[in-house]
């Protein structure tokens, strides 16, 4: 009878369903997880975009064009007056999104109607960051000195705008999305591929039974660690390695900086993932339960890191937790390196955190090892 | 004479359920020591907690003079421990698996100790046959092969012969043998009494207390049984009866399948006589006094044990 047999699968595997704690976590914690970070993190229309402001001219006008571009709430001015050299830093080191700079004879050639030109340059390696930002400046141009011009002056007010805009998108002039998207794809290859594969490592010996004879040999936690680890280190090159190649010829992504860095960088990044991977296998009780953990780990790294959507345009709290994700980094290495040209020092301050996450995982693991059995 | 293994009181409990209670053991160098209990007895627990794998709750001791709870890293380098279930790697050949073993151990001269393990254990011609291909008499000698690498003083095999061929199980308690001439100690758990007989000394543990320990002999001995043969004329069904009839009689303390026929035991030989006297006159059943065998021995052990009001 088809109804009874029907209803004994049915109830084992309710039964084996409420057994299986992790497997019931995700079913709960997965929606609850995609609706906050859905819901709440993300935003496509990032405003209040770090920006330099070089005063070339202090004038009274060149103060309302900045007070404008505050005004629009999508520039935030984090420093201001700097040099050209300074604000070329901030760029490349990723601290501001856009470079605003006043010339020398602002004033003076406004006022004698020469449409002096005021440059924007944005940092476009995320097209979609500054996209918004961008058509909001245009507008600007035409309202941002109405206040100041009066009296004789006013009728500079009539079309065309009083001054020209040039914007400069750098490093990604044409605001090709593949530059962003494709380097960025590594670090989310890696790190779907480099956690998964050590995640597995630790409950694959509990489910072969394979575990307790590793135990009971005078091998050292740490030691059967990085064993496990290192192989891996080999498959993440090899995967970086496809990606560059892809990028390069594929889709014509720049390769401006050196790949030597990039490869050098990649190390720690490929290890903070894999020793995360044999976290989560000293926790899961099964291969399964570490996939489900791996899962939770790659979904935040996908959305709050900046890849899928601009990290500036996420609230603190998001940024801070993406702040944490070795992602988020690494994204900014990738981007840097290939994109702008980083040098060691500007990579720097991306990688040590990297580095330390990746050493706050490797020490988890290894309180998380279990040296006896049950 | 010394002793390979030397614990007193250990106990071990898992979630509040006492699974070893206060074990004691003394195993002397060179001997073959079966241990001997029901599934879920503790036999695995114990063997665990001796070979550094399991902390006990309380007690202490020492295997091969290193102390089981602070010294198990000296413990795991010096023994050798086929765990129950097989523990090497399925999809590793045969050598792949030793080499590896012989690494982790940090052996010099690897190479040739590996070819001098794959020739004592007839393993020669399958050195590249993945262990997850081999049947389970072969993946037993594999085992035994890996945890014999490292020469290591103390064996501690845990149902080595559990789904073992009987020709595959001769070969591998002759090699037992041989290694405990060499002077190598043994503790092997084992359900089967052919086995049982085979070693120099038995600890026989149910509900994770020691039962009996000693040589055959003297567990027979101790346990003081006065045992009858009961055969039966015609078919099995008047012994499966009269099985049922006997147990838990008074006076009998033990009823045990033999052949076709049964062992009936008890420990005060009057009240026994009294007890299957009814049945003596029965035509059918031909009644003999007989020597008891372990099988008898344990069975009347567990059933006391099952009364003890310590028992869990
Ligand atoms: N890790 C563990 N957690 C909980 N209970 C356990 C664990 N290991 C063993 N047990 C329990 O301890 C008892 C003894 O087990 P074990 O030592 O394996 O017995 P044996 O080897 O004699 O069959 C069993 O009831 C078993 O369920
Ligand atoms: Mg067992």
């Not at chain 1, 050209?84 to 406004?110: C, H, K, W």
């Not at chain 1, 790190?191 to 594969?197: I, R």
Request: net charge neutral; with cysteine.
């Amino acid at each position: 009878m088809l109804w009874r047999r029907f209803l004994a699968v049915f109830i084992k595997e309710f039964v084996q369903m409420r057994r299986d704690r992790i497997t019931f976590a995700m079913m709960v914690g997965v929606p609850l997880m995609q609706l906050i970070l859905f819901g709440y993190a993300i935003n496509s229309d990032p405003k209040s975009l770090p920006t330099a402001v070089v005063m070339g001219d202090s004038s009274p006008f060149a103060r309302s064009i900045v007070t404008a571009l505050q005004n629009s709430a999508y520039f935030r001015i984090v420093e201001s007056p700097v040099s050209e050299a300074r604000a070329d830093e901030l760029l490349r080191l990723g601290d501001v999104q856009f470079v605003v700079t006043i010339p020398v004879d602002f004033t003076r050639d406004l006022i004698r109607g020469d449409r002096p030109t005021l440059l924007v340059e944005a940092d476009a390696t995320d097209p979609a960051a500054t996209s918004n930002a961008i058509s909001a400046l245009i507008s600007l141009n035409d309202t941002a000195l109405d206040h100041d011009l009066k009296g004789p002056l006013a009728s500079l007010k009539n079309a065309p705008p009083p001054f020209d805009l040039q914007i400069h998108r750098r490093y990604n002039e044409e605001g090709i999305t593949q530059f962003n998207i494709v380097p960025g794809l590594m670090g989310v290859v890696l790190t779907m591929t480099m956690v998964m594969m050590t995640g597995l490592a630790m409950t694959r010996e509990q489910e072969r039974g394979t575990m307790e004879n590793l135990l009971a040999m005078p091998i050292r936690p740490v030691e059967v660690m990085l064993g496990k680890i290192a192989p891996y280190i080999f498959v993440g090159y090899v995967q970086v390695t496809i990606i560059i190649l892809a990028a390069h010829y594929l889709f014509d992504v720049p390769v401006i900086g050196s790949l030597p860095l990039l490869f050098g960088s990649a190390i720690f990044f490929i290890a903070a993932n894999l020793s995360v991977g044999f976290t989560f296998s000293t926790l899961a009780k099964s291969q399964m339960q570490a996939m489900q953990l791996s899962f939770f780990y790659f979904l935040p790294s996908l959305l709050l890191s900046g890849f899928m959507f601009p990290f500036r345009g996420m609230p603190e709290w998001a940024q801070w937790i993406g702040e944490v994700l070795p992602l988020t980094h690494f994204l900014r290495i990738i981007r840097g390196v290939m994109l702008k040209g980083n040098a060691p020092y500007e990579v720097w301050p991306n990688l040590w955190p990297i580095a330390a996450f990746m050493l706050a995982a490797m020490a988890l693991a290894l309180l998380r090892y279990r040296r006896t059995v049950a | 004479m010394t002793l390979a293994i030397d614990v007193q009181g250990l106990s071990k409990s898992f979630d509040g359920k006492t699974v070893v209670h206060d074990l004691t053991l003394r195993v002397a160098r060179g001997q073959i020591c079966g241990f001997l209990g029901p599934n879920g007895s503790g036999k695995t627990t114990s063997i665990r907690m001796l070979c550094g794998l399991l902390k006990p709750d309380s007690g202490s001791g020492t295997c091969l003079g290193y102390d089981v709870i602070r010294e198990t890293d000296q413990i795991k380098r010096h023994i050798g421990y086929m765990t129950q279930k097989f523990g090497l790697y399925e999809d590793l050949t045969i050598q792949e698996n030793l080499q590896f073993t012989a690494r982790v151990y940090g052996l010099d001269r690897r190479n040739e100790r590996v070819e001098a393990s794959l020739e004592r254990l007839g393993l020669h011609h399958r050195r590249n046959q993945l262990a997850g291909a081999l049947s389970g008499g072969w993946k037993q000698r594999l085992a035994l092969a890996a945890c014999l690498l490292h020469e290591p003083e103390l064996l501690l095999l845990d149902e080595p012969t559990a789904g073992v061929d009987p020709k595959a199980r001769r070969d591998f308690w002759d090699q037992i043998h041989a290694m405990a001439a060499q002077g190598i100690t043994v503790l092997v758990s084992t359900h089967y009494m052919d086995e049982a007989e085979r070693c120099h000394e038995i600890v026989y543990i149910a509900y994770g207390r020691l039962l009996t320990y000693g040589s055959i002999h003297q567990v027979i001995a101790e346990a003081g049984l006065t045992t009858w043969a009961v055969a039966a004329k015609g078919d099995g069904a008047r012994i499966a009866t009269l099985s049922q009839d006997l147990s838990g009689k008074p006076g009998i303390d033990a009823v045990a399948a033999f052949g076709a026929g049964l062992h009936v035991g008890g420990r005060d030989a009057a009240a026994l006589e009294r007890a299957i006297a009814p049945y003596r006159s029965d035509p059918m059943l031909t009644w003999q006094r007989t020597e008891p065998n372990l099988e008898d021995v344990f069975i009347d052990l567990v059933a006391r044990a099952e009364n003890d009001p310590r028992a869990a």
